[in-house]
Nanobody, 122 residues
């Protein structure tokens, strides 16, 4: 499975972006998807995840209420809708696919996208 993350960009604080993670080369609905981010000078961190059916999602506290995770298996795409963005959200955002349940453990994921840069200006 190949993953392609897109949708990043430069946005002012309070703005919104919607990231997409498009999968190819496999059966997307067989996988949970995790979203991670890595800010400059920091370790990569888990942002949230969604199971194959979309019925179970999770977001970390720092983004809960501002971000939403969803997926459209017919389009082989997972989404991370980000609203009320803050400068602290500035990072490279990655999506990853796991045949099991999503997790905050990076090594669990079999496939990774290349990352998309999100920059939030104050």
């Amino acid at each position: 499975v190949q993953l392609q993350a897109s949708g990043g960009g430069l946005v002012q604080a309070g703005g919104s972006l919607k990231l997409a993670c498009v999968a190819s080369g496999g059966t997307f609905s067989d996988y949970s998807v995790g979203w991670f981010r890595q800010a400059p000078g920091k370790e990569r961190e888990f942002v949230g995840g969604i199971v194959w059916s979309g019925i179970d999602t999770y977001l970390v506290d720092s983004v809960k209420g501002r971000f939403t995770i969803s997926r459209d298996n017919a389009k082989n795409t997972a989404y991370l809708q980000m609203t009320s963005l803050k400068p602290d959200d500035t990072a490279v955002y990655y999506c990853a696919a796991d045949p099991g349940h999503y997790s905050d453990y990076e090594d669990q994921y079999d496939y990774w996208g290349q990352g998309t840069q999100v920059t939030v200006s104050s």
